[in-house]
């Protein structure tokens, strides 16, 4: 009997308890709130990049083939990139069938590539890649050691269109074939070149912490 009267007691006090005041419920409403914090990623431009490739002049008799691997710089405005770049291949007789390598040519190269013109696009719109085709203007400058050419040094002029693979600043692949004027102290000659090239970027995508 005792604890029901306790029991009862207790019921009527709660009900009859005034209700808090209007501030209190409001300060309670007005509180601080605990948010997430904000675990998307941001990704970064990456404007730096590594450049590599083959290349090889073309025509007939004596050629230039070897590699090539120098720096890459990305914009975000104008042009799409400006590269500096060093060149290493050899002398090859396109009329030998066999023994036609002879001496070595070394090359500094400075070159700008426009933006791409899409033509097509894998995977999705927004994270698709881009098929098209952008083009390159180039100056080098060679010298050479043991070469069979007349010359040890000369200067070359290229403009290059290429058909590339990539898109915004990810890795981009082309393949690039042109005309090169060779300059020295004689008449110009015109050359195609012809360049297989890939870019990598160096810096990182990081994520908010």
Known sequence: MRRSTFSLLLVLGGVAAPPPPAAV????????????????????????????GFFATLGAHWQLEGVEVGYVRRLEHGLAAVSVSGRLGTFINESAMSGG???????????????????????????GTDIGLDLT??????????????????????????FSLGSGDAA???????????????KPVVRGMLAFRGEAPLARRERRP
């Open 25 to 52: 419920l409001a300060a309670q409403a007005s509180g601080p709130r605990i948010t997430q914090p904000d675990s998307s990623p941001v990704f970064k431009w990456r404007p730096h990049a590594i450049g590599f």
């Open 101 to 127: 390598t002879q001496g070595i040519g070394f090359g500094g190269t400075l070159a700008a590539r426009t933006r791409m013109h899409s033509v097509a696009q894998f995977g999705e719109d927004e994270g």
């Open 137 to 162: 203007f180039e100056v080098t400058g060679y010298t050479s050691a043991g070469s069979p050419q007349s010359r040890v040094r000369w200067m070359a002029i290229s403009v290059l269109p290429a």
């Open 172 to 186: 981009h692949f082309g393949i690039v074939v042109g005309p090169t004027a060779f300059l020295d102290d004689g």
